[in-house]
Structures are given as C-alpha cells and as structure tokens.
C-alpha cells in the first residue's frame, strides 16, 4: 500500500488545496509503483525498489511544482499555500519480505513502533535548528536534540538538559522556541523540495 498524511498550510482554502493535489498525485504514482512490485514478483530484476523509492519522490516533487504554480496564478488567495507530508510505501522484495519507503517533507513525521510499546521517531523536522545541527553533527544527533525538544516541558527544562551539548550553539534553542512552527521543507513553498 501507500499511506500518506499531507497536513495543508496556509489557511484552510490554500491548505486544502495542496493536500488535495498531493494526495491525488500520489495516487496516480502508486499504480505505478504496484506494477513495478508486479513485475519485480514475476521475476523481473530491473523491477527494484529503488525504482519504487524514486516514483515516490516524483510523486511529491510534481506536486510541489503543482502547487508553486498554483500558488503563482492566485498569490491572493493562496500566498502561503502549501502542506507537510509524511508518506509510506509498504512493498515486499525479491525474497517476499515486507519492506518499507518512507518520504516525507516539513514536520509531518513517520514512526515506527517497537514490539515493546516504544515509538521511534524516524524523520526529522525540516526547521532551521534541526537541519543545521544535521549539517554539523548528523543525522543522529539532529534527531536526538529533537527528541529532547519534544520531550521538554518547559524551555528552561530544555535549556538546562542542553546546557553543555556540543550540538547546541547559544541562538538554537531560543530561535526554535520563537520560530517552532516554521519548517522550511514544505511541499509547495519553494521551487524545489528535498
């Protein structure tokens, strides 16, 4: 299957709109996609995931461009249009084995959850703080101070529990304090989307 949330932005008609037009998007890409995993079942080895992984980036790319352009012809009605996504492919290899893609833009997030009842947060949050600290530390650490963000109940709580992490420059945690709802990975905000 294919499992998509696409949470609009920029008031309800300019979100509404972009959800609508990503999610139509996708569902014409996920036919593609079954007959890549159709044909990879048959037998056929050109037939891969990867494949399926770059149809689903195509997937959300068309419909950032859709949006801009949308966004171009009413910059009244919808000069903030745009929405986050977090989306699925659920897939099976060459062996039969289940397998997953995940794509996702702005901070809509994918999870997975363990046998044992914990979540782990597998996306991070296209934010300024988060992606600098990516850039500079990695991955791992980006998700682990993002983790503390989200677990902090106060902005002293997190400030004392960041207060000496080599991740953390002095600006990072009041910015992201200030400008948490800003993400800067939104489908349909910028000419390009990673």
């Known amino acids: 299957g294919l499992f998509a949330v696409a949470d609009g932005m920029g008031g309800y008609a300019g979100g509404a709109e972009a959800s609508r037009a990503l999610v139509e998007i996708m569902a014409k ?14 037998g056929d080895e050109t037939a891969t995931i990867e ?14 461009a859709r949006i801009v352009i949308k966004r171009g012809e009413m910059p009244d009605e919808f000069h903030n249009m745009g929405t986050t996504c977090v989306s699925a492919r659920v897939t099976r290899d060459v062996k039969g084995n289940a397998f997953g ?29 988060l992606l600098t ?6 991955e791992e650490e980006a998700l682990r101070i993002q983790e503390i963000f989200d677990n902090s109940v ?34 349909g905000f910028k000419p390009d989307v990673k």
Not at 133 to 138: A, D, F, L, Q, R
Not at 158 to 180: F, G, N, R, S, V
């Open 154 to 187: 106060r902005r002293e709580q997190t400030e004392m529990q960041l207060k000496d992490d080599p991740c953390i420059q002095p600006w990072m945690i009041a910015y992201y304090y200030k400008h948490h709802s800003q993400v800067s990975g939104a489908v």
């Open 29 to 42: 890409y996920f036919l593609r996609m079954e007959e890549i995993r159709k044909r990879r079942e048959g």
């Open 101 to 129: 893609i995940i794509a996702h833009a702005g901070d809509s997030r994918a999870y997975l959850h363990h046998p044992d009842g914990r979540l782990e947060t597998l996306t991070l949050d296209d934010h300024l703080v």
């Open 133 to 138: 600290i990516k850039k500079t530390h990695g």
């Open 51 to 64: 494949n399926e992984a770059e149809l689903l980036r195509r997937s959300i790319r068309e419909a950032n």
